[in-house]
């Protein structure tokens, strides 16, 4: 079983251009807030009845979508499982007041494809296949790789 080290040294070789590094600092984190929109877009009406909360804040799929993804990245470390906690929260809440204001499916439809559109020019500029072509996996981990490299790689 990889460790979340060799996954995230493995995600790292196709980004080593500093311009494809710093369009993947901004779009990574701006498709995983437009994920999170999507999904908690969905109607959460069944939820709200099953729960009995009728928050949709807490009661909603993206709630539900971050058990499985949390014990993903819990297994690999329990360190980046917390700051992936800690964002996705922020992206619940941050997508949350979008909503209370904006149709919440458009925004985040469109923020997904312009930081899609970033990310394929990043690597064309890198001159390397986007990683998750080879494993679907990888694009659970360039959060983590982002943050790793904020919170846990020595600054020069």
């Known amino acids: 079983m990889k460790t979340m080290q060799d996954w995230l040294d493995a995600y790292a070789v196709s980004h080593q251009n500093k311009t494809n590094k710093a369009i993947h600092f901004v779009c990574v984190p701006l498709i995983v807030f437009s994920v999170v929109g999507l999904i908690m877009s969905i ?3 069944i939820l709200k009845e099953l729960s009995g909360i009728n928050s949709d804040l807490i ?5 539900v979508t971050l058990i ?8 690999l470390s329990v360190k980046m499982g917390i700051l992936i906690f800690a ?5 619940i809440f941050g997508n949350a007041q979008i909503a209370a204001s904006f149709s919440l499916w458009q925004i985040s439809l469109g923020i997904f494809v312009v930081a899609w559109i970033g990310q394929f020019y ?6 390397e296949k986007p990683s998750f072509f080879d494993d679907l996996k ?3 981990i360039g959060p983590a790789w982002i943050l790793d490299d904020i919170f846990f790689k020595k600054q020069a």
């Open 68 to 75: 499985p993804i949390m014990f993903f990245y819990l297994r």
């Open 138 to 140: 990888f694009l659970l």
């Open 59 to 63: 009661a909603n799929w993206a709630m």
């Open 122 to 127: 990043g690597h064309k500029l890198e001159g």
């Open 43 to 45: 109607p959460n009406g």
């Open 87 to 91: 964002f996705l929260l922020a992206c």
